[in-house]
């Protein structure tokens, strides 16, 4: 599914019209990016969460040469899906 066919499934489910639900869409969007920058999380009933986790530095392994590399410490965002939408494939 592509952007412009979600903004269009999105208004027909909602009953709006294609400027509104792109409004609402980018607003959601918004709104997470606000909460994953301050360290929060966002969770979605029914889809999941999102949320910052802060990763360790540690040692991997280059598997092309099996040479031992350092990998630093990073912080990324993990987005955990709800257990109902992981039984729904399953």
Do not use: W, Y
Request: no cysteine.
């Amino acid at each position: 599914m592509t952007r412009t066919e979600l903004i269009q499934a999105l208004a027909d489910e909602t009953g709006t019209d294609r400027k509104l639900a792109k409004a609402m869409l980018e607003g959601l969007t918004s709104i997470i990016e606000g909460q994953i920058r301050a360290g929060g999380e966002v969770p979605l009933k029914g889809l999941g969460k999102f949320k910052v986790q802060h990763r360790q530095a540690r040692v991997g392994r280059n598997p092309a040469t099996g040479e031992a590399i350092q990998i630093p410490a990073k912080t990324v965002v993990k987005f955990t899906v709800a257990k109902t939408l992981k039984d729904l494939i399953g």
